[in-house]
């Protein structure tokens, strides 16, 4: 008589975590040991990190569908390192685990999730309070034999279809929310929607509401600081810096997390263009722009840069005059001294930041604050680089 669904399940849980750890024709294991160990880590940084406290000021597990090819890196081992985290030891109370099973190219067997839950000790199979997962992920596991057979198992499991419906369940805010259920997310859903709604905390928001007159209120706005310092270690060579498109869509859903305050790693994305176009979108959407018109006047006061060298005046003035005026900043001259590599000196920055600096009652006048004079504009094709900076490069 063949075993029945009990048998083979608790027969599967009982089951070493480790007979095979590496796949076959893998002759030699020790002489790969650190690789391999680097690889897990990096995988299981990926796959399962905290969140935070629930509604129930409980601990969140969250575990993403970031699972890498079971040819390359066994689920057997990531197990058993998952098990070993010393994170486990601070689940004295009750927890929830939110499994993001969307966009994932490689997803687990229900038999693995199965040997994850029954590898857990008593104690932490009992503080277990929900299992947040997407219904599409084990529909083949939800008769109701199946359901007699582990009811309280059953009964922890909470389903959903959208991070809308999560939101029901866990605090968003956070949750570092993985690029690729953002994107898994969009097919269901236009718009996340959250339990309350809550105000644009970050674009569309005054400096002085979020800096204060004088700063007093903390430093620069946290999407500005996270975008800079991706850039400074990831993107300043990256070609057509502040030029080129993201997508659309995502930069959407970036833009609102970063208004409801939740979690963003910029890492995550590995997209330089998603981080200098919210450099971008942020500026343009202030509602008094760095350029504010009053400062029309005193711009178009300042000299034209000659050809003689010894001719100071335009620099004096926007030194003396113009700097003053304005907040300082050093990152665009960061980016232009790479230059040779991004493509983005300081006269092609000028054609692409301008237009999100300035911003007045007349967008003709605005357009014409933009216009970088004695140089070609930016097309899809960059121009060779100028050898100086023009007169408008020295506003960036």
Not at 148 to 177: E, G, N
Not at 262 to 288: G, M, N
Not at 297 to 323: F, H, K, W
Request: proline share 9%; net charge positive.
């Amino acid at each position: 008589m063949p075993p029945n669904l009990k048998q083979r399940l608790a027969t599967l849980s009982l089951a070493p975590l480790l007979q095979h750890p590496w796949k076959r024709g893998f002759q030699d294991p020790t002489s790969a040991e650190s690789d391999a160990h680097a690889k897990i880590q990096e995988v299981m940084n990926k796959v399962i990190f905290q969140a935070g406290v629930d509604f129930d000021a409980c601990r969140v597990i969250i575990s993403a569908a970031a699972l890498p090819d079971p040819r390359q890196v066994s689920y057997d081992v990531l197990l058993s390192c998952v098990l070993s985290l010393s994170q486990w030891n601070k689940l004295e109370a009750d927890y929830t685990v939110a499994f993001f099973a969307g966009g994932g190219t490689h997803a687990p067997s229900w038999n693995w999730v199965w040997k994850a839950y029954r590898s857990l000790s008593r104690k932490y199979r009992k503080n277990l309070k929900r299992l947040v997962s997407p219904a599409c992920f084990i529909p083949t596991f939800t008769s109701n034999s199946t359901q007699s057979i582990f009811p309280k198992f059953f009964r922890k499991i909470v389903y959903i279809d959208t991070l809308s419906d999560l939101a029901h369940h866990i605090p968003l805010a956070q949750i570092d929310i993985p690029p690729a259920v953002y994107q898994e997310n969009m097919k269901r859903e236009r718009q996340i929607n959250m339990p309350i709604p809550i105000r644009a905390s970050v674009f569309g928001v005054p400096l002085e509401e979020l800096m204060g007159y004088d700063g007093e209120k903390g430093g620069i706005p946290r999407v500005i600081k996270d975008s800079i310092q991706y850039i400074r270690c990831h993107g300043m060579k990256e070609d057509g810096l502040f030029r080129r498109s993201p997508n659309s869509a995502l930069l959407k859903q970036v833009q609102q997390a970063y208004d409801r305050g939740q979690v963003v790693s910029l890492e995550t994305f590995d997209d330089p263009y998603l981080a200098s176009v919210l450099i971008k979108k942020y500026l343009r959407d202030l509602p008094t722009p760095p350029f504010p018109e009053s400062l029309y006047p005193i711009i178009r006061q300042c000299p034209s840069i000659s050809n003689d060298l010894s001719d100071m005046g335009a620099v004096t003035y926007i030194r003396d005059t113009l700097l003053p005026q304005l907040m300082p900043s050093t990152f665009f001259t960061e980016v232009s001294l790479h230059s040779s590599s991004n493509r983005m000196d300081a006269h092609n920055l000028a054609i692409v930041i301008c237009p999100n600096l300035v911003k007045s009652s007349n967008p003709m006048r605005d357009v014409m604050m933009c216009i970088v004079p004695g140089g070609p504009s930016l097309s899809n094709d960059l121009p060779p680089l100028s050898s100086s900076a023009s007169s408008s490069g020295c506003l960036v």
